[in-house]
Structures are given as C-alpha cells and as structure tokens.
C-alpha cells in the first residue's frame, strides 16, 4: 500500500518549463532521499537529479543549471523544476524513493513511481 505517484509530466516546447512532483502514499514513516531518473527510447535509465533526507543535491551534469529538486518531508513530496527545456530532455521520468521505513522495523531500499512522459518539441 505504500506508492510513489508521479505527476506534471506532458508536452513542451524547447526552452519551455515543467514542474513536475511525486508524492509518496501509505504508512511511511521515514524516507531517506528522493530522486527523478528519466530513460529516454534506446537508452538506459539515468539518474537525473537526487536529494538526501538533509538536503544535499546530486545533478546529472547534462541538467545542472537548468533543473532544481526539492522536497517537503512533510507529506513525502519531491518536486523537480525543470527550465530550459532541451528536445533531448524527452524521456519518461521517474520517482524514486530509497529507504523507505514503513514500520519499526521494516523498510523498502527502494521504491518506484510508475513514470510519466516528458516530450519536448516543438
């Protein structure tokens, strides 16, 4: 009972801007770190940005600049601001979560969300 949804994925044109958020749902008592990978057609799934349970930030060099995480530990919420968009962003974007406590003693290493699609064109 316990999912990632993700959400603000959908059409743009390059140069255009695009939030996208997950949110984490269920009996979660902690999370660790939140991150968004994309995997384009053809191509493995990457990592696109990552942050900690105390706020430290990892980018994929092809994004620094251009996109911001975020998150709000109060719901489970990861937002990405994705600005400068490029055709080569396109790709379906992932939330994932890692460490997910759920119970005293339980936890998940890793959950995923079920994706949504960016497109850039124009």
């Known amino acids: 009972q316990v999912q990632l949804v993700e959400s603000g994925g959908g059409l743009v044109q390059p140069g255009g801007s695009l939030r996208l958020s997950c949110a984490a749902s269920?009996?979660?008592?902690?999370?660790?770190?939140m991150g968004w990978y994309r995997q384009a057609p053809g191509k493995e799934r990457e990592l696109v940005a990552r942050i900690g349970s105390g706020g430290s930030t990892n980018y994929a060099d092809s994004v620094k600049g251009r996109f911001t995480i975020s998150r709000d530990n109060a719901p489970n919420t990861v937002h990405l601001q994705m600005n400068s968009l490029k055709p080569e962003d396109t790709a379906v974007y992932y939330c994932?979560?890692?460490?997910?406590?759920?119970?005293?003693?339980?936890?998940?290493?890793?959950?995923w969300g079920q994706g949504t699609l960016v497109t850039v064109s124009s």
């Open positions: 994932n979560a890692e460490g997910v406590r759920y119970s005293p003693f339980s936890t998940f290493p890793g959950l």
């Open positions: 269920g009996s979660i008592i902690s999370i660790n770190a």
